[in-house]
């Protein structure tokens, strides 16, 4: 529910509604507009509450809020949302592209690739340091290790650092060498990993999960929201479909969609989405036309020998391609990148 004040309500009104709304067990969310002020009454909408609230002194009405994810709603925030991580900016006029392999392999490889991509014009380094992997066989990750050589890469080159977490008690230490938690696609309905991911305060990029709804992906959301840390990027990687020429479907109906739907920034995955490499740069092009806030790519200096998602990873050579072309139509969308 929003509460609308009066443009004249003072700010004595505003605490008295707010007290109330709490104590109807609901949380308040005091939004300072230029006009006016609102007062969002976060919960469970229950019939009788709007006839509670509405004759208060100083509230001009009382809306409801119909989507059921409350914070992520652009009913409760018109204004699009930007997303700040150490240079890294999501959301703004500005394209951002968070590029780099797939795993971490070893400190020389993700700094000098980290190096190649700071020059081509990436804004943010991705790289597992944790892998969630379907096969207990393959390749985990070299974690706590890994993190330090993203460390390393991010004092060399400046480059914001986007790196999964995996468990909530792992989020401190995730946390001390990230600049963005990623939440991947099969920890989306991980709540107790959202819950400490949104107590962290720290941005996070929540990756859609394969079989999950837009719906329950903007819940899933909400979790991380609800603990106060607003600063939260929606990821679209690929869903499940019966489709098999790509590895994922990557339906960028989405990025309008979610942009209708809510204020936060969307970050289209092309690599993950096709799991072909030559399929990244034209589904780049297209995700950059629908709208989307920032891409996520995966690149390799040598990607026949990556330890793993080598097929659908791009070069240093083909990521300036990828630039190239996406830098034209971003200007064709009034972006730039
Ligand atoms: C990744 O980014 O390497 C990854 C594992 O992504 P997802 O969770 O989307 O599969
Ligand atoms: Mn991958």
Not at 232 to 255: K, N, Q, S, W
């Amino acid at each position: 529910m929003i509460v609308v004040m009066k443009s004249d309500a003072t700010a004595a009104q505003i605490e008295h509604i707010a007290a109330h709304i709490t104590s109807l067990g609901l949380k308040p969310q005091v939004i300072q507009g230029t006009h006016q002020t609102v007062i969002a009454a976060i919960g469970e909408e229950r019939p009788g509450l709007t006839e509670v609230l509405e004759p208060g002194d100083g509230v001009e009405k009382v809306l409801p809020i119909m989507a059921p994810y409350k914070r992520a709603s652009s009913e409760l925030k018109r204004e699009r949302s930007v997303v700040k991580a150490h240079g890294l900016e999501v959301g703004g006029k500005r394209i951002a592209v968070i590029a780099g392999p797939c795993s971490v392999e070893d400190e020389e490889q993700i700094v000098n690739l980290a190096r190649k991509l700071k020059e081509l014009g990436a804004t943010g380094l991705r790289g597992g340091a944790f892998k969630p992997r379907t096969s207990p066989y393959s390749f985990q990750g070299h974690k706590e290790a890994g993190l330090k050589m993203l460390a390393t890469a991010r004092a060399e080159t400046g480059l914001a650092i986007v790196t999964e977490v995996m468990a909530p008690e792992h989020v401190d230490m995730v946390s001390e060498y990230a600049d963005v938690l990623q939440i991947g696609a099969r920890n989306m309905q991980n709540y107790q990993l959202l819950q400490a991911v949104g107590d962290s305060g720290k941005p996070a990029l929540l990756k859609r999960g394969m079989s999950a709804t837009v719906d329950e992906f903007l819940l899933a959301a909400e979790y991380i929201l609800d603990r106060n840390n607003p600063n939260v990027m929606l990821c679209e990687r690929g869903i499940r479909t019966y489709e098999d020429h790509t590895r994922f479907t990557l339906p960028l109906a989405t990025v309008p969609y979610l942009h209708e739907k809510s204020h936060l920034p969307v970050v289209v995955d092309p690599s993950h989405g096709t799991g072909k490499s030559r399929l990244v740069t034209p589904m780049s092009r297209a995700a950059v036309a629908a709208g989307a806030d920032a891409l996520i790519v995966e690149v390799h200096d040598d990607p026949e020998h990556a330890v793993s998602d080598g097929a659908q990873t791009i070069t240093p050579a083909g990521f300036k391609e990828m630039m190239d072309q996406c830098r034209r139509i971003a200007e064709a969308v009034d972006r730039t990148l």
